[in-house]
C-alpha cells in the first residue's frame, strides 16, 4: 500500500540520534540485499580532533543485527564529529568498497545540493514518480534551503552489468536537474538518516522527511530518466550528457580540434582510434601494418591539428603491449576459404545422419543451449536438474527422455563448496543413481576467475583431473555474467566475440562433439514481453538468439508461488509448447498447464503469469473502495490511481482493465443503483459481490450488493445489456473470477 509518512517537515536541529529512522533506512533499503554494507566514517569541515578516516563492514544478516552494528558507530561519530555515510550498496567480502566491488545496488539515488532544490526536487518527482525516501541532508544552501537526498527503490536490487546502467542513468538524472552526478559511481557513499550533521560545529539530524513504500522497475526508471528533458533554467549542453563518449562510428566523422570545451578531446579521440584498430588486428581482421595505416590516417584527417607522428607510434606500441598482456598474441589475418555448397537434389539425397541426441526432441551432440531469466528465477536449478537427468539417463521434467547417461561438467561461479553442498543434498536420488552422479557429473567450486586464456586453461587443467581419459558429452557454465571477459554482456558484439573466441574455442580444446548450455541473465520481462517474446530481455539479445540452437527461458509466474513458467526456442525441431514448473524434494517438474485453483481459470491463457497478483490488486481495490462508499468509472480510475499501489501509468492501469471488461472479470453498473447523492450517470466498473453504499446512512447496505446491468462483449468490445443470457439459474450474473485479494 502507498502511503507517504510524513516524520517531520519541520526539520529542527538536533544532537539526537534517531534510532527508529535508522531502523526504517536499512529496512527500506537493505532489507532484500545480500552482503556487507561499507561505512565511512569522517571527520566534519570545521571540526577538530585526532580522529582518522574509519572504514566498517556491517552484514545484511538481519534488519537488528544491521541495526545493532551501525548504533555504536553513529553514536562515535556524534561524540567525535564525525560524519556517517554509507555506500546504497552491498559487497560480498569485508574490505571491500571499490565501484567494481558492489553486487547489489537497491535503489536509485539523486543527491541536490545545489540550486534551487524545491523546483529540481519537484520536477524529477514529477518525472520518476514518488520517491521511496526523501531525506534532510542536515546540510543547507545559501537559501536557507536544507538539501535533499531522493530515493527510488527497485523491486529487486540491480546487480551485475544492470548496476553500470543504474549509474549511468542517476548520473544523467542529476545532470538535467543541475544536482550532484557522482552518483555515477557506485561506491559513492551517502550521508546515513538517524546520525548528525555537524559540520561548522551546527548539529542536525540527518532525517526522513517522507517514506513511502513503493517499488519501482528498473527499466521503468533508466526509460523516464532517458525521456526527461534537461530542467528549465539549466544552461546545460546535451552534448555533455551522460558518460560523453562518441560512438566509433561518428567519431571517424567529426574533426577533433585542440583544446575542445565539449565532446572529446584530441587525446581521448586518439586513444580510441588507437585501442579501435588494434583490437581488429588482434582479432584477424587486419595486419599491424593495415591497423597502423588506419591511425595514421584517421590522426591525418580528423584531427587538427595533428599529433606528431613520433607521439601517435608512441601510444600506438604502448597499447599494442596492453593488448598483448590482456588477450596474447594477435590472431594470424583470416584468409577467404571458398564456401562450399551443392544444389537442392544432392543436398536432399544426402543421408548424412543428425548428431545423437542428448535429450529427446530439445538437445543433440554438438548444440549450443542458452538457459536464461531474471533474478531469482531457479535459472540454476533448472541446469541442476537437467545435469541430473543426463548424468542418470532419466526422463527431464516428465517430458523429455534422456536416451543413456552422460558425463557432464559444471563449471559453476557463483556458490562455494558449502552451498553447493546443501543444494545438491536436497536432491533425492537412489543408490544407484547416486553411483552414476558420481561418475558421470563434476562440478567446480566458485569459480574466481573470468573465462580468458588463463581461466580457460584452469578449466581445461580441471577438467582433465576429473574426467581423465573420458571426455565430457555435454559443458555447463553457471552463469556468463561471472565468467564474461568482456566489458559489456549487453553488447552484442562482445557477446558474440566472447561466445566465438572463448566458448567454442575451449569447447573444442575439450570434446569438440560436446554441447554447451550456457546459464545467462535477462532483465526482467514486461507484460508484453512474455505475450510476445520473452527471449528479447534476454542480455544482448540479438547475438545470443543467433547463437544458439535451443533458448529456455524460465521466470516466475506470481511472488507467492514456487511455479516458474518455461519457455523454449529452437532451430532445428519443433518447439516444445510453453510449461509450468515447480520445484520438490530437489527436482525440477512439470506441473502441467496453470490454473487458478480457486476460479478454474486458466491464467496462463487468460493474462500474463507476471501480472496475475497485480490484476488481483485491481480487482480488490475496486472492491475496497465499494467498500469505502467510492465507485469509479474507468478514466476515474486509471488517473485516480496512477503511480500507486503499484499498479502503474494511467495506461499500464486502463490496458488492465480494458482487459478485464472483455474477459468478464469486470462488467458496468449504472451509478442510480449506489443512490444519486454519492453518483450520478454513466457506467461505472463493478466487480463480484461489490457492496451498495448507502449514501445517506454513509454505510454499507447490509446484504446488497451491485450487480451489473452491462457487459463488454469480449468479441466486439461493444457494450451491452446484461440479459437473462447473461444470468444464472438463480438469477445472478455469471462472473468469470470467484475470489480476489488486496493487501
Known sequence: MVMNTNFRTNFSQSSNIDTDTIKLYLKTLYGYCDGFIPIRMFMEKGATGNQYQQLHWVPTTSLEIMHQSLKPLVERGRNFKMGV?????????????????????????????????????????????????????GGKTEDNVYKRHLYWKLTEPATDTDIK????????????????PSFGSAHQPIRLPGSIHQKNDKANQVRIVNHSPVEYELEELIESVNMMTIMEGLQVSEKTLGDNKMPMEDMYKEQVYEGADAGETRFEAMGRAIGWSLTRHFEGHWTLKEAWDDVVGYNQTKVNPPWELERVKKDFDRIYQIHYDKHGAPKPKREQVALEGDDWADIVDDDTPLPPEIIEG?????????????PKSQKSLLMQEMAYCIGTGNTLLNRFDVPIPQQVVVVQAEM???????????VKVNPAEKALLKRNVKFTYRFTKVLDEEGSKDVIDWVDRSCGQDKPQVIIFDPLSNIFAGDDENSNVELMKFIRDRIWVLRDQINPKAAVILIHHSNKVNRNQMMENPFLAIRGASAIQGAYDVGLFITKTSEDTQDRRLFFQTRAVMEPKPMTVHYQDGHMLDRGDAYDRESGVNITDKMSLDRFNQVNKLLGLLFREANRGKYYNKNQFCLKFTDKYRLGSAATIRNHVNTLLTQGWIMLFDGEQVGEKVIKGGKFLCVKDMPAWDAEAKMVKPNMVVRPTHFVDGGTGDIKEVTKDELDKDGKVKWMVSDYDFN
Open 165 to 180: 546502467r543504474l549509474t549511468s542513468a542517476q548520473k544523467l538524472a542529476a545532470q538535467k536537474i543541475g544536482a550532484d
Open 416 to 426: 562455494s563448496k558449502a552451498q553447493l553442498s546443501a543444494r545438491l543434498r536436497a
Open 362 to 374: 530439445l538437445l543433440r551432440e554438438g548444440e549450443f543451449m542458452v538457459i536464461a531469466g531474471p
Open 85 to 137: 555515510y554509507v555506500i546504497p550498496g552491498t559487497v560480498s567480502e569485508r574490505g571491500q568498497g571499490k565501484a567494481t566491488d558492489i553486487i547489489q545496488y537497491p535503489c536509485f539515488v539523486v543527491d541536490i545540493d545545489s540550486g534551487d532544490i524545491e523546483a529540481a526536487k519537484n520536477y524529477i518527482v514529477a518525472q520518476l514518480g514518488q520517491p521511496s525516501l526523501e531525506i534532510y541532508s
